[in-house]
């Protein structure tokens, strides 16, 4: 659980830092399941004749930037909320962020439907934005948090977060699409305020979806590899209507929670299906016109 001084500073800052708190044991599993599928892309593109190399020799850091300069597809299978399976599954559930989680949230947690692996790319970077620029409106009132989990030390040189602390008070800024995704616009956020915060593996990096945040250029040629979750209460607006979370846990009645990760998926599936009928439902918030 968070101690009253990790909480007041999370409501104050709008971000909290908590390390230490994950073994090589704990983020093993996840690992392994990622290298796994850059495995299966290996595989596939070299197959293709897209690939010259396996690269099979390469570390956790290096083996996907290899693959990725000569094809750079190869990182869509974990980077557009596409994988889901037992490892990450679990790790999502995983007792240690529970615990915090419910120190912000209360006893009944719902896993939000936006999660991102990334495999932060040479040269790739986070734009600056408030998770709630992603999502619809309904959403604003519930305390979304999102959990960083760094899989490598982030640095400022290799792409580390990047928060403006105590701006998660003022709610939605103005976001603007740019030809590289959603910006908050420039006048709403100074450089100045931009405060990096460099991560060792083993640690979470929680904060609102007010708080403004990016990432720096990742400006070395390794993977700077982290996971963001994100948790709310359950029965809360979501901001996401047409995919659904799962329930990470429910102390008031565990029968609720999602048994393994085929519900989650088979829920997912369903969900989508349904929302596919409505494709004129806005998705969000800022049109990708303006
Ligand atoms: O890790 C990053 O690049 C930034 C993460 C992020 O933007 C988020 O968690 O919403």
Redesign the pocket.
Known sequence: MLNDSQIATFKEEGYLIIENLFTDDDLRPVKDEFSTVVEQQAQQLHQAGRLSDLYKNESFEQRLAKIAAEAPEATSALQTRAHKDEAFFQFLKHPKILDRVESLVGPDILCHPSY?I?P?LPGGY?TP?Q?AGFYLPDGDETLIL?C?IPLVDTTPEN?C?WVAPRRHKEGVLRHVWGEDGLNISPEELSEEERQPVPTKVGSMVMFTSMTP???RVNNTDTIRW?M?LRYQALGKPTGRWYVPGFVARSRSNPELETPNCTAWIAEVERVEQKANKYPEWPRYRWPQTS
């Open positions: 991102n990334h932060r986070t934005h998770d999102a960083l792409g977060l945040h990016g990432s982290s963001d």
